[in-house]
């Protein structure tokens, strides 16, 4: 059954256990995930890829049907499906297991892909379609935003955040998110600091830098830091992005002691590593061991407290902080 996007939240979830999500709008995706049902499932949720289901689809099938699983309920993410996918979702709805909900998302599928047939000709399961977002839309998410959060804004800036944007809802979160972390103590938005606060933005998010940084990728990381001028409100976010990257490494080095099955860890570690990400965590897995994990957790805390009251010289300390860390030899698991 086709659903637009804006009716999902309308939707009677307990009415229907098997969801299609499909189009390039992989940001509204995320999105509606996270807003409809992860509070829902906040502790049971498990991310898939289709070609690791492929490749052991008796065991999938035995997990989903096994309720011991995800105790009394189930709610499954399957990532870069195609029809390939669909004779395993067929046999699933067929035996119709209880307290389960399976979320499937794809890329663009076209007319007449089997697996968006089958889900536009059931009627009690739905499909979705997540088109480009629009100047339009971007404004009303980002204006919504800031009134929730009751922070000052003009139209003015709300227009520039998303040019900064570029029209993509991932990069407008990565911008809001920035901008939160500095409204603490700045409860009005100015041109002047949206220019500074998107600036690394423009090449590269802070995301990769980070994690070139805990990569040892030293090539990497000199060239963004070289090809973008950081400003003391962004460091600050940086430190952010490292403690909550850090955190979950030491989180996985810690399940690891015991249960020493480090595949099954990053698919079942609650929040779920989303798929682009599960590569570079196990590349730094081997980089980071517990120990150097933990040391750095610390030094981001005592920098963090550092730079709140020396702002003036935060670009100095981060980039030392980095730099720094790239040449550390250490032990990995």
């Known amino acids: 059954m086709l659903i637009k996007s804006y009716e999902l939240k309308k939707l009677e979830k307990n009415n229907f256990d098997y969801y299609l999500f499909y189009g390039p709008n992989i940001g509204l995706i995320e999105n509606t995930i996270n807003d409809i049902f992860k509070p829902i499932f906040s502790k049971n949720i498990c991310n898939y890829d289709e070609a690791e289901i492929i490749k052991n689809s008796d065991n999938f099938k035995e997990e989903v049907f096994n309720k011991s699983f995800f105790d009394n309920e189930k709610f499954i993410i399957i990532n870069r499906a195609t029809d390939k996918i669909l004779e395993i979702i067929e046999n699933i709805i067929e035996y119709k297991p209880e307290n389960i909900k399976i979320v499937i998302k794809s890329g663009n599928l076209e007319k007449k892909s089997k697996l968006r047939n089958f889900f536009e000709k059931k009627k009690n399961i739905i499909v979705t379609a997540f088109y480009e977002d629009n100047h339009q839309s ?22 520039l955040i998303i040019e900064r944007s570029k029209g993509s809802r991932i990069n407008l979160d990565n911008e809001l ?66 403690l909550l990257k850090l955190k979950r490494l030491k989180k996985i080095q810690g399940l690891f002691a015991s249960i020493k099955d480090l595949e099954h860890i990053i698919n079942t570690l609650k929040p779920p590593i989303f798929w682009k990400e599960k590569e570079v965590v196990k590349q730094q897995l081997k980089v980071r061991n517990l120990s150097n994990i933990k040391y750095l957790i610390k030094k981001v805390n005592d920098l963090e407290l550092l730079i709140k009251k020396n702002s003036q010289i935060s670009n100095q300390l981060v980039n030392n902080f980095i730099l720094e860390n790239l040449e550390k030899s250490n032990n990995s698991i």
């Open 138 to 159: 971007l404004f009303f998410k980002s204006q919504e935003f800031f009134k929730k959060r009751e922070i000052n804004i003009s139209n003015e800036v709300l227009n």
């Open 177 to 242: 998110n920035k901008i939160n972390l500095f409204s603490t103590n700045n409860k009005t938005i100015t041109i002047k600091n949206v220019l500074k606060l998107t600036n690394l933005s423009e090449n590269y998010d802070v995301s990769e830098l980070v994690d070139s940084c805990i990569l040892k990728n030293k090539k990497k990381t000199l060239k963004i830091l070289n090809e973008n001028n950081l400003y003391s409100e962004e460091n600050i976010f940086i430190l952010k992005t490292f």
